[in-house]
């Protein structure tokens, strides 16, 4: 049986987590920023970091300039040099020392381009192993629409299945994204949160529950989320006894 409930406060989300890191796409950023802000508001200090690249928005360091004099900050971008507008990612043991600081670090630990969907390279994503929980996000704005332009890497997609890409994102095709190759890649032994972001801009509104009921079914996985971070609408979804 599946348990919903309903939140205005994301920062639940993340009770009693020291370090939680995003992969996937369909608005990462914007549920980052948003439970950052939950966050301030219960008192707690955040950074936010990244291990692969996030855009440069104020307030934000360089790791070198903050461990030098930034310290103290209750809120704080942080990355380990600037390359255009973007801040590019630290290493793990940089990460980890953000944690002495702040007591909430919100790690961006993929790159999807701003698309909805994704097929990780080789090299993604690039999570921190000491995360206490890993959020998989996806947006819903991708069902129906042309395959090409809702998953980012979609030609490796093509590559490394051996399939034919299907047209448009059907409700199959969006759960099979949800595999070990796919979404999931290297969030295996972490403590895992699917959410399903963009409930707002997705015309089928009725297939979210349950799109989000058969992945966590489909993947073991006890804990969703279905999300307009961008309005702060989340309603979470949990696995019970009866």
Excluded at 86 to 107: A, P, Q, R, S, Y
Excluded at 168 to 175: A, K, Q, R
Excluded at 193 to 208: M, W
Aim: overall charge positive; some cysteine.
């Amino acid at each position: 049986m599946w348990h919903i409930q309903r939140t205005s406060d994301p920062s639940d989300l993340i009770r009693g987590v020291k370090f939680a890191s995003f992969v996937g796409g369909g608005g990462k950023t914007t549920l980052i920023e948003h439970l950052a802000g939950s966050c301030l508001a219960r008192g707690k200090s955040v950074a936010i970091a990244t291990t692969t690249k996030i855009f440069t928005v104020e307030p934000f360091a360089v790791f070198d300039d903050w461990a030098k004099g930034s310290r103290g900050a209750s809120f704080m971008h942080i990355g380990k040099t600037v390359e255009g507008p973007k801040l590019t990612g630290l290493t793990f043991e940089e990460v980890k020392t953000l944690g002495n600081d702040f007591d909430v670090v919100l790690i961006e630990a993929d790159g999807a381009k701003g698309r909805p969907l994704k097929y990780p390279a080789s090299y993604e994503p690039v999570i921190p192993p000491f995360s206490d929980r890993v959020f998989i996000v996806a947006g819903l704005d991708a069902l129906f629409k042309p395959f090409g332009d809702a998953v980012f890497r979609h030609e490796l997609f093509s590559r490394e299945t051996g399939t034919e890409p299907p047209r448009l994102v059907y409700p199959d095709i969006f759960i099979r994204l949800f595999q070990d190759d796919a979404l999931l890649k290297s969030t295996a032994g972490f403590t895992r949160t699917i959410v399903l972001n963009k409930y707002d801009t997705s015309r089928p509104r009725h297939l979210a529950a349950a799109l989000l009921e058969k992945i966590l079914d489909r993947t073991g996985i006890g804990d969703g989320v279905i999300a307009a971070a961008k309005h702060g609408i989340y309603y979470r979804i949990r696995r019970g006894n009866g």
